[in-house]
């Protein structure tokens, strides 16, 4: 079973900044593909930022030069940095990741975590 477990949400004002991490555990093989999904209320999900187990990203064009992604492979542990927040930031992030599991080693599958809530108001 393998679990991704988001933390670092919550409330901030506009220009302020937060670090959101994910941590994957359980029977995990490898993992492949990390990245940070977004949905506001009434807006379909929508990439936010990528790294590939090369460290190659790739970011939306609303947060460019805004937020960082970064992941740990030792600890399985994906990063988002978020500086410059604007109110429109403000929604659910969810991270995914693309990763193998020992008794299906040559299928890569998608797994979520259940989401951070990002707030960013004055």
């Known amino acids: 079973q393998v679990q991704l477990v988001e933390s670092g949400g919550g409330l901030v004002q506009p220009g302020g900044s937060l670090r959101l991490s994910c941590a994957a555990s359980?029977?995990?093989?490898?993992?492949?593909?990390m990245g940070w999904y977004r949905q506001a209320p009434g807006k379909q999900r929508d990439l936010v930022a990528a790294?590939?187990?090369?460290?190659?990203?790739n970011y939306s064009d609303s947060v460019k030069g805004r937020f960082t992604i970064s992941r740990d492979n030792a600890k399985n542990t994906v990063y988002l940095q978020m500086n410059s927040l604007k109110p429109e930031d403000t929604a659910v992030y969810c991270c995914?990741?693309?990763?193998?599991?020992?008794?299906?080693?040559?299928?890569?599958?998608?797994?979520w975590g259940r989401g951070t809530q990002v707030t960013v108001s004055s």
């Open positions: 995914c990741a693309v990763l193998r599991v020992p008794w299906n080693p040559d299928s890569d599958d998608d797994y």
């Open positions: 359980g029977s995990i093989f490898s993992i492949h593909n």
């Open positions: 790294i590939t187990s090369g460290d190659s990203t």
